[in-house]
């Protein structure tokens, strides 16, 4: 299914601004839904991929879990209404007053990335008198050949426990009477397109899994975390990323101890292609040996390209004139607020309505005020 675009009712309205096209969004939670309950795994929203309120709702509805990375995700999805049975925390630099969150709500697992912070859970859980459910995030030293700045599970990340402190943190365990290791935690990096990146995480989680039965232990939960990618290139012909082959990878190559559940935590593979930027020239410019379409929104709403030299589908809705180069750029005083260099765009002119795809994940939610601009509205095809 495509996304749509109802342009007359688009162009009555104030850009730039986040457009959601809702049947999309719901095909897509219907197929991973459909995908992942094949194999009997279950799967957790990334909350930080996008946490407007109609989307969380639309996920909670569909019973995902959800994976928060701040005690404001946990907050919002807590108030959204998902269960806390259903919430889990990760994060290399949980403060206080977010484990007590965390503790106080009862929520499924604190995904857990360093000895101090596993002591400090305990402590605090001790003094509430509680057992706080953990899991070990372990960096399994696999390249997921994506962006450095989303390539998450190397050693030389700042995430997860590395393996040679493995056998540190279980001494450490032992000794700790308010936290209780539910499960092990993996991910790898995010954008990944490359489905045997996957494949390698597998055949690591399998070695690792080993070694923790090798010390008495088996772990409830496998998490691994989430990164499919999606095609920002022709997000038309692939709206729904593969999610079959995606859990048939796992399903293949991760081998499931008698009673163990696999977890899933994807953000950007189930909100990203239901969003799009949408956007209005407000003038044609003459470069040295290019045009400039100069649009209304900016590297505030949309910071993926200007962060990660990311690609985005740019699309000209209002014409269908002969094709011609734009750098579409936005009004912001940097030279990276650019969404686009030499894009092919039908005879561009002010006041065309502009839409730049793929944008359902963080692009709201990575919005700022920079320049003092306002943050982008949302609007969704069900209420427009
Ligand atoms: N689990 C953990 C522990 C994560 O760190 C992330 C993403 C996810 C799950 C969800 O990954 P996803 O399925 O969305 O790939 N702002 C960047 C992406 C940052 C991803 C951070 N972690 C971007 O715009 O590309």
Known sequence: MNFNFPVDALNQLQTPFYFYDIDLLHATLDAVKKEAGEYGFKVHYAVKANANDRILNSIKEAGFGADCVSGYEVQKALEVGFNAEGVVFAGVGKADWEINLGLDNDIACFNVESIPELEIINELAEKKRKVAKVALRINPNVNANTHHYITTGLEENKFGINQWDLENVIEVLKNLNHVELEGIHFHIGSQITDLMSFKDLCIRVNELQEWFISHQILPKVVNVGGG???????????????????????DEFLELKPGQELHFELGRSIVAQCGALLTKVLYVKNGVNTKFAIVDAGMSDLIRPALYQAYHKIENLSSDKAIEKYDVVGPICESSDCFGKAVDLPETNRGDLITIRSAGAYGEIMANRYNLRALPSAYYSDEI
Do not use: V
């Not at 499919?228 to 796992?250: A, C, H, M, R, V």
């Open 228 to 250: 499919l990618g999606i095609n920002y290139e022709q997000p038309d012909t692939e709206s729904i990323p593969d999610f079959k082959s995606f859990f048939k990878i796992f």
